[in-house]
């Protein structure tokens, strides 16, 4: 699994856009890329999937530049309710190394 | 989307009982599943993959005979945490795969926070 990089943690202002930026240098061409949310005590949820250029949901958008070799996870007009943890993950299908960064630690503030 | 339901949420034990944390999945077949454990600030560690209908997978340093995990169906597996201590108290989250998708996604449940007294 290639193994992510992302900043420890961001602060922001509620309406603001967030950019979340992971490194994974070392990604396979088989891999997806993989957001997900985690409020405390709760379980990860499932934010944002992409392999490359641009993909973009009802809650956000994931920016992946042509080499891949890291993604961009923007959350637009960010409220408190988006402070929480942000992973990605990287992996494909038939791998079974669902191993975690360290996340990204997003406070919003008012 | 797919749900994975984790019980129990919580659970307070005295040092040296066990405890069993369910997991399943509602409406898909999970033909794998992931264990995780969670200290507080902490990132998810992984602790083991279980492939249903064979022995789990443990990652280095989580003991196999400590952690019993069983995944019997496509639809459950558990995990044991068997004469737990209080060093074991930690947050306990299952995920699933859903195999019916082409790209990797996982499903998580709702954790459970194990306090050992």
């Known amino acids: 699994l290639a193994k992510t990089t992302q900043p420890i943690s961001m602060d922001s202002y509620e309406g603001q856009e967030v950019n979340i930026t992971c490194s994974h240098n070392?990604?396979?061409?088989?891999?997806?890329i993989t957001w997900y949310q985690q409020f405390p005590s709760q379980g990860p949820r499932f934010i944002i999937q992409?392999?490359?250029t641009k993909v973009t949901n009802e809650v956000a958008s994931l920016f992946i530049p042509a080499d891949r070799k890291s993604s961009t996870l923007s959350l637009p007009r960010v409220s408190l309710s988006d402070t929480a943890v942000y992973y990605c993950?990287?992996?494909?299908?038939?791998?079974?190394?669902?191993?975690f960064g360290a996340g990204t630690r997003l406070t919003v503030k008012p | 989307g797919a749900v994975v339901s984790q019980h129990p949420s919580r659970v307070i034990c005295k040092s040296g009982t066990s405890v069993k944390i369910e997991c399943r999945s509602l409406?898909?077949?999970?033909?794998?599943m992931f264990w995780y454990r969670q200290f507080p600030k902490q990132s998810l560690m992984l602790m083991a993959t279980?492939?249903?209908?064979?022995?789990?997978?443990?990652e280095q340093g989580v003991e196999k005979d400590k952690f019993l995990i069983n995944h019997a169906s496509l639809t459950l597996s558990t995990l044991t945490v068997t004469s737990a201590h209080p060093e074991d108290s930690s947050f306990y989250i299952c995920?699933?795969?859903?195999?019916?998708?082409?790209?990797?996604?996982?499903?998580f449940g709702s954790g459970t926070q194990l306090s050992v007294l």
């Open positions: 995920s699933a795969r859903d195999g019916g998708w082409a790209n990797e996604k996982l499903f």
């Open positions: 279980s492939n249903e209908g064979s022995k789990a997978t443990y």
């Open positions: 409406d898909f077949q999970a033909t794998t």
């Open positions: 993950l990287v992996g494909f299908y038939n791998n079974n190394d669902m191993r």
């Open positions: 070392n990604i396979a061409t088989n891999d997806y």
């Open positions: 992409g392999y490359k």
